[in-house]
């Protein structure tokens, strides 16, 4: 679920410069307007939101009001709540921060900067929602506990077995899909396998660190022998039942943070790598990535293919157009090689020669598709085209990538000497041929 807020004030006009502010800052959120702490509140009922803002004065509640009412309800008592106004004192400060008041957005800072600084908070105060897989054999006290998470929007899936909670475990490993954020598991349970079994299968057997799978562990036994063994199995914390929803909710929220602080540096660092391996103009991958990963996933199959593509006079363009225009014409190349082989590897190999790995016995008539299509680009209003040559694993049994590249780059040569715009394969044996003569129909 995408984040939602919900913006209060009696102004339209208000909420329109807020809205529109907010649109601007965080273009994918979902935005509901209220013009009275009423609308609001019954609003409330039905959704949950990941931010409130109102304004103090409101025409039939007191802001602060508004504010108790919004911690006495059921689905958003959590949601932080930004009051919107220009005359905070520091009795109101202290008032509204007794009455549940998270933050303040000074008016006087101007509209203009009221995206930013909610878009500032949300990241420092993300919305802790995540998916929990929930172990627990008592029928009662899983349905009671459900019903708290799920009110504040949590997506539960329950099992009342270790055995279960592995196989959907195992599951969502191998599937590389998004799985779980966090499990909440009984320590002692029923069946033959235990909670501290499951945090083993968790730590040992799948290898999940406590970050990258934290484990919020329920228990009815207070001593402190049980504690030190939920830990010393690998749980993040426990709690004792009864639950308290309070208590049970700040546990939860705390290591969802860790979670999503953990999935924050791992996107991070993909991306700084991504980045480091991307040529910035072309957005295809540089020669780097293209010596570090090119002859591992050539080999990855038996019937990979190098393909050099050149484009063909490149020099004149920049030389009669000037270079930015020369620039444009290789980023709207970069982005076709990209669109067309999401299969393969794109790279810029250096100024205006691509190479693309890629495998499959139809790469001849995909690289005369290509010719074709490059005829067809028109980048910046320019008629430009390429010379293509290929190189196959197959037909050269033993080569490494260098190798390959060097059988493709004399085809790429007899595709220029034979006229330009022409795709050639370097075959077996070293011949060197036209690739619509590959082209097995």
């Given at each position: 679920?995408?984040?939602?807020?919900?913006?209060?004030d009696?102004?339209?006009?208000?909420?329109?410069?807020?809205?529109?502010?907010?649109?601007?800052?965080?273009?994918?959120?979902?935005?509901?307007?209220?013009?009275?702490?009423?609308?609001?509140?019954?609003?409330?009922?039905?959704?949950?939101?990941?931010?409130?803002t109102?304004?103090?004065?409101?025409?039939?509640?007191?802001g602060?009001?508004?504010?108790?009412?919004?911690?006495?309800?059921?689905?958003?008592?959590?949601?932080?709540?930004?009051v919107?106004?220009?005359?905070?004192d520091?009795?109101?400060?202290?008032?509204?921060?007794?009455?549940?008041?998270?933050?303040?957005?000074?008016?006087?800072?101007?509209?203009?900067?009221?995206?930013?600084f909610i878009?500032?908070?949300?990241?420092?105060?993300?919305?802790?929602?995540?998916?929990?897989?929930?172990?627990?054999?008592?029928?009662?006290?899983?349905?009671?506990?459900?019903?708290?998470?799920?009110?504040?929007?949590?997506?539960?899936?329950?099992?009342?077995?270790?055995?279960?909670?592995?196989?959907?475990?195992?599951?969502?490993?191998?599937?590389?899909?998004?799985?779980?954020?966090?499990?909440?598991?009984?320590?002692?349970?029923?069946?033959?396998?235990?909670?501290?079994?499951?945090?083993?299968?968790?730590?040992?057997?799948?290898?999940?660190?406590?970050?990258?799978?934290?484990?919020?562990?329920?228990?009815g036994?207070?001593?402190?022998?049980?504690?030190?063994?939920?830990?010393?199995?690998?749980?993040?914390?426990?709690?004792?039942?009864?639950?308290?929803?309070?208590?049970?909710?700040?546990?939860?929220?705390?290591?969802?943070?860790?979670?999503?602080?953990?999935?924050?540096?791992?996107?991070?660092?993909?991306?700084?790598?991504?980045?480091?391996?991307?040529?910035?103009?072309?957005?295809?991958?540089?020669?780097?990535?293209?010596?570090?990963?090119?002859?591992?996933?050539?080999?990855?199959?038996?019937?990979?293919?190098?393909?050099?593509?050149?484009?063909?006079?490149?020099?004149?363009?920049?030389?009669?157009?000037?270079?930015?225009?020369?620039?444009?014409?290789?980023?709207?190349?970069?982005?076709?090689?990209?669109?067309?082989?999401?299969?393969?590897?794109?790279?810029?190999?250096?100024?205006?020669?691509?190479?693309?790995?890629?495998?499959?016995?139809?790469?001849?008539?995909?690289?005369?598709?290509?010719?074709?299509?490059?005829e067809?680009?028109?980048?910046?209003?320019?008629?430009?085209?390429?010379?293509?040559?290929?190189?196959?694993?197959?037909?050269?049994?033993?080569?490494?990538?260098?190798?390959?590249?060097?059988?493709?780059?004399?085809?790429?040569?007899?595709?220029?000497?034979?006229?330009?715009?022409?795709?050639?394969?370097?075959?077996?044996?070293?011949?060197?041929?036209p690739?619509?003569?590959?082209?097995?129909?």
């Open positions: 679920m995408g984040n939602r807020i919900m913006l209060v009696s102004s339209t006009a208000a909420r329109e410069v807020l809205a529109r502010r907010l649109q601007i800052a965080m273009p994918e959120i979902a935005i509901t307007s209220c013009a009275s702490a009423t609308e609001a509140l019954d609003r409330m009922e039905q959704e949950r939101y990941s931010l409130i109102t304004a103090l004065l409101l025409p039939d509640m007191d602060l009001d508004f504010c108790r009412n919004i911690r006495a309800s059921k689905r958003n008592r959590y949601a932080p709540v930004v919107v106004s220009s005359d905070a520091q009795r109101l400060l202290h008032e509204g921060f007794n009455a549940g008041v998270t933050d303040y957005f000074d008016k006087a800072l101007g509209f203009k900067v009221f995206g930013q878009k500032s908070f949300m990241e420092r105060n993300p919305d802790l929602c995540g998916r929990i897989l929930y172990i627990e054999d008592s029928k009662t006290v899983a349905l009671a506990t459900r019903q708290i998470l799920e009110q504040h929007g949590m997506e539960v899936t329950h099992v009342f077995s270790v055995e279960e909670a592995q196989s959907l475990l195992e599951k969502a490993q191998s599937q590389q899909d998004d799985g779980f954020d966090m499990v909440i598991t009984d320590f002692h349970l029923k069946g033959e396998m235990t909670g501290g079994d499951l945090l083993y299968f968790v730590r040992v057997g799948l290898h999940y660190s406590q970050q990258e799978l934290p484990v919020l562990v329920t228990t036994n207070e001593e402190t022998h049980t504690q030190v063994e939920v830990f010393n199995a690998g749980a993040n914390d426990f709690v004792i039942k009864p639950l308290i929803e309070e208590v049970v909710m700040a546990r939860i929220r705390s290591l969802l943070l860790v979670k999503y602080q953990y999935d924050r540096l791992l996107h991070q660092t993909e991306d700084m790598e991504r980045i480091a391996t991307t040529d910035a103009l072309t957005g295809t991958r540089n020669r780097r990535y293209l010596v570090d990963e090119g002859q591992r996933f050539l080999f990855s199959a038996a019937d990979g293919w190098v393909m050099i593509i050149d484009l063909d006079h490149f020099k004149r363009i920049n030389d009669t157009k000037g270079h930015l225009v020369g620039d444009q014409v290789l980023m709207a190349l970069g982005r076709l090689l990209n669109q067309r082989f999401k299969d393969g590897l794109p790279f810029r190999f250096g100024g205006e020669e691509f190479v693309v790995i890629a495998h499959g016995a139809e790469m001849p008539a995909r690289a005369e598709d290509l010719r074709l299509a490059v067809t680009l028109l980048p910046a209003g320019i008629e430009v085209t390429v010379s293509i040559g290929l190189a196959c694993v197959e037909d050269h049994p033993g080569d490494d990538l260098n190798t390959l590249l060097s059988h493709a780059d004399m085809a790429l040569y007899a595709a220029k000497e034979e006229g330009r715009n022409q795709a050639h394969v370097n075959s077996r044996g070293g011949s060197i041929r690739a619509i003569q590959e082209i097995r129909f």
